[in-house]
């Protein structure tokens, strides 16, 4: 019985031995079978990766390489930085301009009204000037009082002292009563200052161009395209003269094909 036992004990023992043994085996050879499972996993598979987020494939020499989205973002805001930069400098560079001309027509108009009360002030107490009245003409003349700038203009050129005044100036008090008459609908008297003034002074492109002008409007394209070219002949490059000099020419040709 004790033999029985015995034997029953060590057939137990073989037994357990053998199992252990198996699970051993099986064991060691799980190992290089699961590493073979897993080498033939996809690369691209999410299989045993680790959670985090993924942008879209990126293909590098036919690769598919994923490339994370922060990543792209840090790329994308080193790009969009110096856009912005740019930008910004462009707007405050149109701000500092627009506010200089904004400053700088504040304190011209300030000036210029300034200038017209000490003027005012002097025809008043009757000690105003032939070139008083005529910077008083001006000033009006810019804030388009037409009338009231045509009278002191006036009598500019009637307190003139054309032996003692300049000849240069005195195109320009010309040219000045021209235009407060071109814009009081008096066309032939505007004509007749402008006149006046190139004949002062032959080289005094803006009252060429006004009277080329007023002259084109009345229609006289021929005696327009004088004035335009008369200007021509001493600034080639004017572009207020090239450009109705040429409309005038096609107005000429025109009519004298008709004719």
């Known amino acids: 019985m004790s033999m029985s036992i015995v034997c029953g004990r060590g057939v137990a023992m073989l037994a357990g031995g053998l199992q252990r043994q198996n699970r051993v085996s099986v064991s060691l050879c799980s190992a290089p079978l699961r590493r073979g499972m897993e080498a033939r996993v996809p690369s691209h598979s999410y299989v045993g990766l680790k959670k985090r987020k993924i942008s879209p494939v990126a293909k590098d020499e036919g690769v598919a390489k994923a490339v994370p989205v922060d990543v792209l973002y840090e790329i994308a805001e080193g790009l969009e930085t110096p856009v912005q930069l740019v930008y910004l400098t462009t707007l405050l560079g149109f701000l500092v301009v627009g ?116 002259l084109e409007k009345q229609k006289r394209y021929g005696e327009a395209l004088s004035a335009y070219q008369e200007v021509l002949g001493l600034d080639p490059g004017n572009t207020v003269a090239k450009e109705r000099a040429a409309y005038c020419k096609t107005r000429v040709d025109r009519t004298q094909g008709i004719m």
């Open 99 to 214: 506010a200089y001309f904004v400053v700088r027509q504040v304190l011209f108009k300030r000036e210029m009204e300034e200038a017209a009360k000490v003027l005012g002030e002097r025809v008043r107490n009757q000690e105003a000037t032939a070139e008083d009245y005529y910077e008083l003409g001006v000033i009006l003349l810019r804030k388009k009082l037409f009338t009231q700038a045509n009278s002191n203009l006036k009598k500019a050129l009637k307190d003139w002292d054309e032996d003692e005044g300049d000849e240069e100036v005195l195109a320009q008090v010309y040219n000045a009563l021209g235009y407060s008459y071109f814009n009081l609908d008096r066309v032939e008297d505007a004509i007749k200052q402008y006149t006046k003034a190139v004949e002062l002074q032959p080289g005094y492109l803006t009252a060429w161009n006004n009277l080329g002008d007023v």
